[in-house]
């Protein structure tokens, strides 16, 4: 009896402690993360990043009775990984490099968790904190480097489709020439907006499916497929149309509009691959 009435006294400690830590942390981080929030307003490839951290939070909120049955075993050694974080914070300060910046906040966190809670807490918590990497935007010079050959390779496979349908189609690089119009598959129309988004989704769902390991990473991986998948028939549906009625297709409302229908669809076959696999008994 003593000892879980200490158990339940350090853990209230440690809650007010971690608590009164992350307070602090809200005002260290508060100017990275209000130019964070600007850009996931701005940048459409990450406006899903709002949505990152309510779902992080979530799931923590749904493991709340395994959690309790954790028995806090404080880590010493969570300050070294608090100090790397704080430091690559520093570091993304001086170089004014924005990845770091708002990434070092994940080893932050981990840190804080480690030295006021434990290695077995941790475990658990590791890939609901992790999550927050789909809230981070991805340096410029690595996404340019992935969306210019998806770009390409869109384009390629688009003007393949468009073929098959009988649809005349010449292509220059990312550059389509229909009968009445040109359309330039640009970087936005490359699919990677959606890979990264659908990735965030797929990440979700197969944390709160119930199946096997092995089933939540085939349902995280054929994100990728799903994404460029949906793209490809985006892309289709837009130069189909736009042979027939002209550029004006591929701009405004409809543009919007397939986009979201990218979305959705993309949405759909994520849920229905988890249908399947949690209906599959293996």
């Known amino acids: 009896m003593p000892s879980a009435l200490f158990q339940h006294r350090l853990y209230s400690l440690n ?11 809200v005002g260290l981080y508060s ?6 929030t600007q850009e996931w307003s701005t940048n459409d490839n990450y406006s899903h990043g709002f949505f990152i951290p309510l779902i992080s939070g979530y799931m923590i909120f749904t493991m709340r009775a395994e959690l309790n049955n954790i028995s806090l075993r404080p880590a ?19 170089g004014s490099e924005f990845f770091l910046q708002r990434t070092s906040i994940i080893f932050v966190l981990l840190g ?3 030295f ?28 340019n480097k992935i969306a210019f050959p998806m770009q390409l390779y869109s384009s390629a496979i688009t003007e393949k489709v468009i073929q ?21 598959v640009v970087d936005a129309c490359s699919g990677l907006r959606s890979l ?17 390991d092995w089933k939540k990473w085939v349902l995280f991986l054929v994100a990728a497929p799903v994404a460029i998948f949906a793209n490809i028939i985006r892309l289709t549906g837009t130069a189909s149309l ?41």
């Open 116 to 143: 006021l809670l434990g290695a077995a807490m941790v475990r658990k918590l590791l890939l609901p904190i992790g999550y927050l990497i789909f809230m981070v935007p991805l340096p410029a010079i690595i996404w």
């Open 112 to 114: 804080i968790a480690l």
């Open 31 to 36: 100017p990275v993360l209000v130019v964070l």
């Open 242 to 282: 736009a042979s027939l009625y002209g550029e004006k297709v591929a701009q405004g409302f409809l543009h919007e509009f397939s986009g979201l229908f990218t979305f959705a669809f993309g949405l759909m076959l994520l849920v229905l691959t988890k249908i399947i696999l949690q209906s599959n008994k293996m």
């Open 164 to 184: 098959v349908t009988g649809i005349p189609v010449l292509r220059e690089g990312n550059v389509l020439h229909l009968a009445q119009t040109t359309l330039e």
């Open 196 to 212: 990264t988004t659908m990735f965030a989704l797929s990440a979700a769902l197969a944390w709160f499916s119930d199946c096997a």
């Open 76 to 94: 010493n050694w969570g300050l070294l990984l608090l100090l790397i974080g704080l430091a690559q914070l520093y570091i993304g300060k001086v």
């Open 15 to 25: 809650i007010v402690c971690l608590l009164l830590i992350l307070g602090a942390l």
